[in-house]
């Protein structure tokens, strides 16, 4: 059973940054397809980030595009998610998941549907 937890949430500023880790339990962590989700509260869950287990290609939601870069080091077993320019409507619950060799990655890896093992969460509060 593959466990994640996250870590780096907080409060910032408007403006500012912050970077998640998700830590896997497993060395194999190159196998699996990695997701950011985030959920605010009264809101579904959606895909933020993710990236492919295969090529290292990376997709971000439209919502996300130039603000926040998703990378892996497989060696930590640790996905990050490096947040920048931060806006009040990014406070949510921030989620990572895995999923096995997930493929199709681009049409799939944004849905949290696709995805089997999930960490915690941990809270982002974007507030001046």
């Known amino acids: 059973q593959l466990q994640l937890v996250e870590s780096g949430g907080g409060l910032v500023r408007p403006g500012g940054s912050l970077r998640l880790s998700c830590v896997a339990s497993r060395s194999t962590l190159n196998y699996y397809a990695i997701g950011w989700f985030r959920q605010a509260p009264g809101k579904e869950r959606e895909g933020v980030s993710c990236i492919a287990y295969s090529d290292a290609s990376t997709y971000y939601a439209d919502s996300v595009k130039g603000r926040f870069t998703i990378s892996r080091d497989n060696a930590k077993n640790t996905v990050y998610l490096q947040m920048d320019t931060l806006k009040s409507e990014d406070t949510a619950v921030y989620y990572c998941?895995?999923?096995?060799?997930?493929?199709?990655?681009?049409?799939?890896?944004?849905?949290?549907?696709?995805?089997?093992?999930w960490g915690q969460g941990t809270q982002v509060t974007v507030s001046s």
């Open positions: 998941a895995a999923e096995r060799k997930l493929t199709p990655v681009q049409a799939n890896c944004l849905k949290p549907v696709s995805y089997d093992y």
